[in-house]
């Protein structure tokens, strides 16, 4: 069965330095987005992509975050200067419409680790 | 503002039958999917509601009233790995944001 992949598993990064999770989605869908959960809450949106171009973002995508699709399979999420509360699993998902049968495909997450 | 209420925990025995409500309050609704997630891994998808009524897979089932602004997730004959975290998600336009409620934790007992 398709999946999502994602890596790495865990990063560890210092304050201020820039990281890049990796995502590679389901090869024939069309529509990809970032979630992040901070550690016991709930999964919150983050940016949504389609036709390599940002189609929904939240606020807490600010101008830190951003993202790209650079070939046909990988998508990524850039943070340029982290900071501690970027601290969280992300969680990059596909999915194939986004019509009534609905339905999207979660990776098993990066747990980005800002110390 | 967006929220979505659900229980924060709900306990059952095997073999039982659980229903885990939510209630929404929403800028816009085109659906309301349910994910479970295991220990803290990739949410999973459950099912998917547009439309008002039930739909059933499997021992899952999930229902969905928009006039209520409300859905619930249906599990029945409750296995012990069935213990997990249940989130239901508003998508909110047509571009398929979903969002989240805070998760019920489902403890399935012997």
């Known amino acids: 069965e398709p999946e999502v992949t994602q890596t790495p598993s865990h990063q560890v990064t210092q304050m201020g330095q820039e990281v890049i999770l990796r995502c590679v989605p389901i090869s024939n869908h069309l529509y990809f987005y970032w979630y992040r959960q901070i550690l016991g809450q709930k999964v919150e949106f983050l940016v949504s992509f389609y036709n390599n171009e940002i189609s929904e973002k939240s606020e807490i995508f600010d101008d830190q975050f951003s993202v790209e699709r650079p070939d046909g399979s ?27 049968t609905y339905e999207q495909y979660f990776g098993p997450g990066t747990r980005l680790t800002v110390t | 503002g967006q929220s979505l209420e659900q229980p924060s925990e709900v306990t059952a025995v095997e073999g039982a039958i659980v229903q885990i409500n939510c209630t929404y309050q929403t800028s816009g ?9 295991h220990d803290g891994g990739a949410p999973t998808f459950l099912s998917y509601n547009a439309l008002d009524g039930l739909e059933e897979t ?24 069935d213990s997990a975290s249940y989130f239901c998600a508003v998508r909110d336009n047509q571009g398929g944001k979903l969002i ?7 403890s399935v007992k012997p």
Do not use: H, P
Request: glycine share 8%; net charge positive.
């Open chain 2, 100 to 106: 989240f409620g805070q998760g019920t934790e489902l």
């Open chain 2, 29 to 37: 609704f085109y659906g309301l999917s349910w994910y479970q997630q």
């Open chain 1, 74 to 100: 990988n998508f990524t999420l850039k943070i340029r200067s982290t900071k501690l509360e970027d601290s969280a699993m992300y969680f990059c998902a596909s999915s194939l419409t986004s019509g009534r």
């Open chain 2, 58 to 81: 499997g021992r899952f089932s999930s229902f969905l009233s928009r006039s209520d602004s409300y859905g619930y997730l249906l599990l029945q004959e409750l296995q012990m790995k």
